[in-house]
C-alpha cells in the first residue's frame, strides 16, 4: 500500500536525521514498529506509533544513549503481510527490537518468525492468552495486559456492587468470547442474556430492544472501534442510559471522539487513564497532546512505556547489545516510571499491575477522556503464568 | 414473546430496509440502465456521511448540511462519472470491477487523509433528537421515524418520476434495452450521467441520513455495498420496485433473524449451542434467500422488462 510506504519512508526519514544528528555511536540501536496504520482501525495503530515516538523524544532521540533508527511498518491487520513484513525488519534492516502491534492475531502470526530470530518482541498492546501460559517466550514483553484482565475488572465490579442480572453483548469472534468469559470469571450473579452479534454490525437497535425487553441490572459490551461508537449512541438515543454501561475497548481515547456526550457516565476497565495522578502521567499527557494534539489512550500510553523500557535496558546493559541475557535481564527488571504508576513483569514477560474502574468524562477543555472511579485490583497478575515454565 | 419486542423489531427491520433501499436504487440504476458494475457506489454513501459531517461543521446546523451534502454528493457523482467511470462502459465487467475496487481504495484512503481514520460525529438536532416510548424500558428515537419517512417518500418520488415522466421512460427503457434505444436516437452519454449523477445522490442521501445514528469512518460503504447487492439481485436487476420491496425483506429477515433465532433455536436446543448457532444462521440469513430466489427465479422477483 502506497501510503504505508510514505508512512514508513517518513518514518525511515525522520530516524536517519536523528541519526545523522548525532555522532558516530559505537553501535546503532534498530527498532521496528508494526502497527496497523491503514483501514478502519488506523487510528489506534496510530495512538501506538505517537505514543512510542514520545517516548523517543523524552529520551532525547537517542534510546539507551544510542543512536536510534526507528522503522514504521504497516501490517495492514493481516497476519501473513505482517509476518512478511516482519521477516522484512528482521532480515534486511536488521532490527534489535520489534515494538507491536495492535491486535491479538498479528501478534500471534509474528511472534514466531522474532522470537525464533532471537529478537526482542515488545508487545505494547495484545496480551493474547497463548503467549501467557505454555507457549511464552523469553523474548517477548507485554507492556500492556494480558487479554483476559480488563474484562474481569468489570466482572469484580459488578459482583462488588451486588448487580443480580447482566446482559452481556460482544460480536461473534474468539475475542467476543474471551471478553465474556473474562467478565463471568468474578460475576457470579445471572446472566439476563448472552448475545453475539455478527462482527462489524452497522445497526443495534436488534440487541438494544433485546436489552430494554430483559431489564437487567447492568450490561457487560464488548464493541471494539466503529462498532462501538455506533452502539453507545444507539444506546442513548433508544433511552437505555438508566442501566450502567460497563464495557471494555468500547469507550477509549480512540472512539470518543466520535462518541463524545453520548458515551458520558459509561464505565470500563483499564490499568491507566489520562487523570492518573502521577507526576510522569501529568508530563506524558500534557506532552503528547502538545505534540499530536489529540488526547492519548492507553494505546499510546503502553507504546510510550515500551520505548521508557528499551531506554531502561538498553541503559542497564551499558549499549551492548549482543548479550542477549544481560538484555533480558535488564528488560525484566522494567526499570522506569510508568505513567500508569507501579509496573513490574511477571515470570511470563506479563505484567503485574493495579487495574481501575474508569468513566468517560468531560474535561473543562471540551474533550473527552476516561477517568479513574476506584481501584478494583492491586498488583494483579494473569492467570496463565503458573502455566509458563519461564523463571 | 411479547407483541411489543416483535413490533419493535419490525420497525427495526423497515428502518433498515428503507436504508438499504436507497443505496440499493442508484446501484440497480447503473447497473440495470449501463449494464455497468459500480463497486464504488459504496464510497458515494460513505462521501454523503462525511460530507455531511464537514458540512454540519461549516453550518453548525444539520438541516443546513444535509441540504448542502446533497447536491455535493450529486457533482461528485458526475464528477467521477466524466473523469473515471465513464472510460469503462465499452470494458468488459472484469475491467469495470477492477477499477472501480480502485476507486474504492483510493476514495477510503482519501477521506482518511482528509479527514483523518477517527470516526467522526455528527449530533442530532434538536428537533430530531425526541423519543416514543413504544415499549416498557425502551424508548424509540424520533429520528429513526424520520429515516424510515425520508425512505418511503423517496421511494414514492422515485416511482412517480420513474414511471411518469420522459426521462423516467427513457431509463426504464434503457433497463430493458440500452442498444435500442440509443438506435432510436437517444442521447444514451447524457442518460448514463443523469442516471449515475442521481444514483450516487441516493447513496450519498443514505450517507447523510446514518451519519447521526453510525460512526461515519473510512470503509463504512463496504458492508453496505455488500447488502446493496444483494439486494438487487434478489429483487430483479434494474427494478426500481425490486429493489424497494427486496431491501425491505432483507431488513427485515436480518432484524428479525438477529433478534428471535436464538430464542427460537433455544426451544429445540440447549442454551450453550443455540447462543452458538443462532447468531451464525441469522447472519445467513439473507444469503439463503437470495440463494432461494435465484434458485426459483433467476432473474429475481421483479425483473426489468425484457431482461428475463
Request: with cysteine; proline share 5%.
Amino acid at each position: 500500500m502506497t501510503l504505508s510506504r510514505a508512512l514508513a519512508g517518513v518514518g525511515m526519514l525522520a530516524a536517519s536525521a536523528i541519526a545523522a544528528a548525532g555522532s558516530v555511536a559505537a553501535q546503532d540501536l534498530k527498532i521496528g514498529i508494526m502497527a496497523v496504520l491503514s483501514g478502519p482501525q488506523a487510528v489506534l495503530g496510530g495512538q501506538l506509533r505517537d505514543g512510542f515516538m514520545l517516548g523517543v523524544k523524552h529520551a532525547g532521540g537517542k534510546l539507551g544513549g544510542l543512536t536510534t533508527t526507528i522503522s514504521v511498518q504497516d501490517d495492514e491487520l493481516k497476519p501473513d503481510v505482517a509476518v512478511g513484513k516482519a521477516k522484512q525488519l528482521i532480515e534486511r534492516d536488521k532490527v534489535d527490537f520489534v515494538v507491536g502491534p495492535v491486535f491479538s492475531n498479528i501478534l500471534l502470526a509474528i511472534s514466531k518468525p522474532i522470537t525464533e530470530a532471537q529478537v526482542f518482541l515488545i508487545s505494547p498492546n495484545a496480551g493474547p492468552s497463548p503467549l501467557a501460559g505454555k507457549g511464552c517466550s523469553p523474548y517477548i514483553f507485554v507492556t500492556s495486559y494480558q487479554n483476559d484482565q480488563p474484562p474481569e475488572v468489570l466482572g469484580k465490579y459488578a459482583q462488588d456492587k451486588g448487580f443480580s442480572k447482566a446482559f452481556l453483548l460482544a460480536p461473534n469472534y474468539q475475542a467476543g468470547k474471551d471478553m465474556i468469559g473474562g467478565f463471568k470469571k468474578h460475576f457470579k450473579g445471572a446472566i439476563a442474556d448472552e448475545v453475539y452479534a455478527p462482527l462489524g454490525q452497522l445497526d443495534f437497535s436488534a440487541e438494544l430492544a433485546k436489552i430494554a425487553a430483559a431489564k437487567p441490572d447492568a450490561v457487560f459490551v464488548f464493541m471494539p472501534g466503529g462498532m462501538g461508537v455506533n452502539l453507545v449512541k444507539q444506546f442513548r438515543q433508544a433511552g437505555l442510559e438508566s442501566i450502567p454501561f460497563l464495557s471494555v475497548f468500547t469507550v477509549d481515547e480512540a472512539t470518543l471522539p466520535a462518541q463524545q456526550d453520548a458515551a458520558v457516565g459509561f464505565f470500563s476497565g483499564m490499568t491507566w487513564a489520562p487523570n492518573t495522578d502521577t507526576p510522569e502521567n501529568k508530563r506524558f499527557v500534557a506532552d503528547f497532546e502538545k505534540e499530536y494534539g489529540y488526547v492519548p489512550g492507553s494505546y499510546a500510553m503502553q507504546a510510550y512505556d515500551a520505548a521508557q523500557l528499551i531506554d531502561s535496558a538498553v541503559k542497564a546493559v551499558g549499549g551492548k547489545l549482543d548479550n542477549k541475557d544481560a538484555l533480558r535481564a535488564a528488560i525484566k527488571k522494567a526499570d522506569f516510571k510508568s505513567p500508569r504508576g507501579p509496573f513490574k513483569f511477571n515470570n511470563n514477560g506479563f505484567p503485574v499491575q493495579d487495574f481501575y474502574l474508569v468513566k468517560v468524562a468531560k474535561r473543562a477543555d471540551g474533550k473527552f477522556e476516561t477517568q479513574i472511579v476506584q481501584k478494583i485490583f492491586e498488583s494483579y497478575g494473569d492467570s496463565h503464568a503458573k502455566d509458563c515454565e519461564l523463571k | 414473546m411479547p407483541t411489543s419486542l416483535v413490533l419493535v423489531q419490525l420497525f427495526n427491520g423497515l428502518q433498515f430496509g428503507v436504508l438499504l433501499f436507497l443505496v440499493a436504487a442508484g446501484l440497480t440504476l447503473v447497473f440495470g440502465v449501463m449494464d455497468f458494475i459500480n463497486l464504488a457506489h459504496g464510497v458515494q454513501y460513505m462521501l454523503g456521511a462525511y460530507l455531511a459531517v464537514a458540512f454540519y461543521r461549516l453550518t453548525g446546523s444539520f438541516f443546513a448540511a444535509a441540504a448542502l451534502a446533497l447536491p455535493a454528493s450529486l457533482l461528485f457523482g458526475l464528477a467521477l462519472e466524466v473523469v473515471v467511470l465513464r472510460h469503462l462502459y465499452v470494458r468488459d465487467h472484469l475491467s469495470q470491477v477492477l477499477a472501480t475496487f480502485g476507486v474504492i481504495l483510493f476514495l477510503n484512503e482519501g477521506v482518511k487523509i482528509v479527514w483523518g481514520a477517527a470516526p467522526l460525529n455528527l449530533a442530532l438536532p434538536e428537533l430530531l433528537s425526541g423519543s416514543v416510548p413504544l415499549m416498557e424500558g425502551l424508548r424509540y428515537p424520533v429520528y429513526r421515524f424520520v429515516i424510515i419517512g425520508v425512505g418511503l417518500s423517496v421511494a414514492g418520488g422515485l416511482y412517480l418520476f420513474v414511471n411518469h415522466t420522459r426521462i423516467g421512460m427513457l431509463v426504464r427503457a434503457g433497463a430493458s434495452n440500452t442498444a435500442m434505444i440509443s438506435a432510436l436516437g437517444v442521447d444514451i452519454k447524457r442518460l448514463f450521467t443523469i442516471v449515475f449523477g442521481f444514483g450516487a445522490m441516493l447513496a450519498g442521501l443514505a450517507g447523510v441520513m446514518v451519519a447521526p445514528i453510525l460512526s461515519v469512518e473510512p470503509g463504512m460503504g463496504d458492508q453496505v455495498l455488500i447488502l446493496a447487492f444483494v439486494v438487487i439481485v434478489i429483487g430483479g436487476i434494474g427494478s426500481i420496485r425490486g429493489a424497494f420491496v427486496a431491501a425491505l425483506l432483507v431488513g427485515v429477515i436480518d432484524t428479525l433473524g438477529r433478534s428471535f433465532m436464538t430464542d427460537a433455536l433455544r426451544l429445540v436446543l440447549p442454551a450453550s449451542p443455540a447462543r452458538m448457532i443462532g447468531p451464525a444462521l441469522a447472519s445467513m440469513g439473507i444469503y439463503l434467500l437470495m440463494a432461494a430466489v435465484l434458485a426459483l427465479r433467476p432473474a429475481g422477483l421483479f425483473p426489468a422488462k425484457g431482461r428475463a
